[in-house]
């Protein structure tokens, strides 16, 4: 009877536990923040009711060029796991993983600062580097370099995460487009800040490309996630310039009727971007363009 009730507490136990975060990996937009308790940081989510972080199964990524997502691990406290990314073909891609740190910024903590870590990867809650109280979350930057060369196809590029003799694989497929991002200088912008929304980076980017550049103060290369925002933006654009009749053709309908109608002049002057769905309006701006290529 004893052994009976001890098993249905730690049966009540675990699944107390089950109900808040579940032990497992996923895949998230590089537009989509992840706070240390498995959450969408509020800057990102969108104000419309109809908002969905967009599922990420099967991303479609251009050749020559950079591609990143975060791969987000939920695991118990004082248990170790290790997190490793498959591929089917082997080492199709070229994949490079950072650890991300998090920023308290008023009641939410932000992940920003973005650590090379080996692969596989192991590791345990809490961070005893840099502990956040009640973490139930490890947020990652993978990023994946497909190379001008490679074979438009689907490839498998699976985030695996074992964890307590259990394997938790996050079921994603690649589709490597046709489009080849031309080689191409860095862009004149600014980083925003962190407690921005995520696609502020990009905006900046896209207001210096269509506006005129404004001078960029140093940042210290690949170390915080607002960084590699910056980075794909310009490949973004690059990509954009072979196929636009004119800069800015592919962005101004996404951008809102208003800016087409005040013209571009007055838009620079004070700019207006979507904000209902949050900052992955801007994954629509890279549908598109791997659509037009």
């Given amino acids: 009877m004893r052994l009976a009730l001890s098993a249905l507490v730690w049966v009540l136990a675990s699944a107390s536990y089950a109900l808040g975060q579940l032990p497992g990996v996923k895949v998230y937009s590089q537009f989509q923040r992840i706070d240390p308790f498995g959450e969408v940081v509020k800057a990102d989510r969108g104000a419309s009711p109809r908002y969905r972080p967009r599922e990420i199964l099967s991303p479609a990524v251009p050749r020559n060029a950079h591609t990143v997502f975060y791969v987000v691990v939920t695991a118990p406290e004082g248990r170790d796991f290790t997190l490793y990314i498959g591929q089917n073909p082997d080492n199709y891609f070229d994949v490079t993983l950072y650890k991300l740190s998090f920023e308290k910024h008023g009641d939410d903590w932000i992940p920003d600062a973005a650590e090379k870590v080996n692969l596989p990867y192991a590791g345990r809650l809490p961070d005893a580097s840099r502990p956040v109280p009640g973490q ?18 689907r490839v498998k590029l699976e985030p695996e995460l074992y964890l307590d003799g259990e394997w938790y694989i996050y079921p994603m497929e690649v589709r490597v ?16 800040p962190v407690g921005e929304p ?10 210096a490309w269509l506006c005129g550049a404004a001078a960029r103060k140093g940042d210290g290369g690949p170390s915080n996630l607002r960084w590699f925002i910056r980075r794909d933006a310009a490949q973004d654009l690059a990509a954009a310039r072979l196929v636009e009749s004119s800069p800015g053709a592919l962005i101004w309908p996404l951008i809102g009727g208003k800016a ?8 620079c002057a004070a700019p207006e971007w979507p904000s209902a769905d949050g900052p992955e309006w801007y994954l629509r701006f890279r549908d598109r363009l791997y659509r037009e290529n």
Avoid at 136 to 153: I, K, N
Wanted: glycine fraction near 2%.
């Fill in 136 to 153: 139930t979350t490890v947020v990652f930057l993978m990023d994946v370099w497909t190379p001008r060369e490679a074979d438009p196809q």
């Fill in 260 to 267: 087409l109608a005040v013209g571009r002049e007055r838009w």
């Fill in 177 to 192: 487009t046709p489009v080849v991002v031309p080689d191409h200088e860095e862009l004149a912008s600014e980083l925003a």
């Fill in 198 to 207: 995520a696609d502020a980076t990009a905006r900046a980017a896209i207001r």
